[in-house]
């Protein structure tokens, strides 16, 4: 068996030391005799794993005791509806900074619940840079304003945050762990699992905990974010093994020297791909130099017509998953924290190589 290089947006890449380590305690974790999968969700051992996860995550990301760290079913795109459901009660209205694909997605999950105040958009620039913050209308009586930080699809990321005395919420789902972030400048962070933290099944959620106070009681009781507060999580079973495997890439990711360690890695290695991208009149991104992401590269090639060639030589070179998202096309390598420099410059040489074979 030879593992390859995956570039999959999500579900990602996991480091391999971890997968190793899961495989190892796999019939028999630390002596009890099971799997992590088969033991109860309320056994000293389980719990052992889930106060381990939350430790490890409070002391990479520095996160202060005003904040709960939950772990939440559903996917980030449950979110984008309980997050409204929860935290708009006793407000008229949310805001929204508009930056892609995911941003949108949320925003409509969110009319649902309330008004949606789309503070600005990047829409007509086809989503290739941020608008400007100063020019953001904010309403300051809203419940919140949520931001994408990295939109996955549209390879296109943001590190600075708006001026507002408004909670800030935040979509972390492909960045979280990626780069040094300020907890304390967000009201609530989320982040689906399955891209730098583990397999899918579980949300990260980072919330302060004076927002609690907003969850009303006639949500749906696994819904209601002060339920899961007061329940450590465990309202109902959890998804055991994710949060395991969590607690493994928490683990490991310490071993590397933390998030700051990570974070010289990833800048390296976004630099490496961008330079050969932006060097060549073969391949190009479209995001505005200042907004690209250092997770997930989009690029298209100058002859659109060689793209399925590209893919398929691609994957026969060991390079798995280059495919651009079915809704816009083109090229895409998800470059997470488990995606070593190795795998960047295995991709760039392949690219080269495609470029000379294919070039006018
Ligand atoms: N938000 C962002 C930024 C994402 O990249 C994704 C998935 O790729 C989601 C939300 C949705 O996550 P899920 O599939 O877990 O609902």
Redesign the pocket.
């Known amino acids: 068996m030879s593992r390859v290089y995956n570039f999959c ?2 579900p990602a890449a996991l480091p391999e030391a971890v997968l190793k380590k899961a495989q190892a305690e796999m019939l028999d974790w630390h002596g009890a005799g099971v799997s992590v999968m088969e033991m109860s969700h309320r056994s000293t051992e389980f719990m052992s794993i889930l106060a381990s996860a939350k430790a490890r995550l409070m002391r990479l990301l520095d996160i202060s005791d005003d904040y709960e760290v939950l772990f939440v079913q ?7 509806a309980q997050i409204p459901a929860n935290l708009t009660n006793g407000f008229d209205s949310a805001c929204y900074l508009d930056t892609g694909a ?1 941003s949108t ?2 925003i409509k999950e969110a009319k649902k619940y309330t008004k949606v105040n789309v503070v600005a958009s990047s829409k007509e620039q086809n989503y290739t840079t941020v608008p400007a913050f100063a020019d953001l209308e904010l309403d300051e009586s809203a419940a919140y304003l949520h931001v ?1 930080p ?4 549209g390879g296109l990321e943001f590190a600075d945050l708006p001026e507002t005395n408004l909670p800030i919420i935040a ?4 960045t979280i762990l990626s780069r040094k972030i300020d907890v304390s400048k967000y009201g609530m962070i989320y ?5 730098n933290v583990g397999p ?1 099944g579980v ?1 990260i959620c980072i919330i302060r905990k004076d927002l609690l106070a907003r969850c009303s009681d006639s949500l749906p009781t696994v819904w209601n974010f002060a339920n899961l507060a007061a329940n450590d999580s465990m309202i109902n079973t959890p998804p055991t093994f994710a949060i395991y495997l969590a607690d493994l890439v928490f683990e490991w990711l310490e071993e590397q020297g933390g998030v700051e360690a990570i974070e010289a890695v990833n800048i390296a290695k976004a630099k490496v791909l961008y330079d050969f991208i932006d060097a060549s009149d073969f391949y190009a991104n479209p995001i505005d130099p200042a907004y690209r992401s250092r997770m997930n590269v989009p690029f298209t090639l100058a002859d659109a017509s060689l793209e399925s060639l590209f893919l398929e030589e691609s994957e026969a070179a060991g390079l798995r998953t280059l495919a651009g998202h079915r809704s816009v096309g083109g090229m895409r390598a998800s470059i997470y924290n488990a995606m070593p420099m190795a795998g960047i410059e295995a991709l760039i040489q392949f690219m080269r190589e495609f470029e000379n074979r294919h070039a006018q």
Do not use: P, R
């Open positions: 947006s999500g559903g996917g980030a795109s449950t979110l984008f995911w997605k949320a994408c990295n939109e996955t699809i979509d972390l789902s492909s982040a689906g699992a399955q891209k899918a949300v």
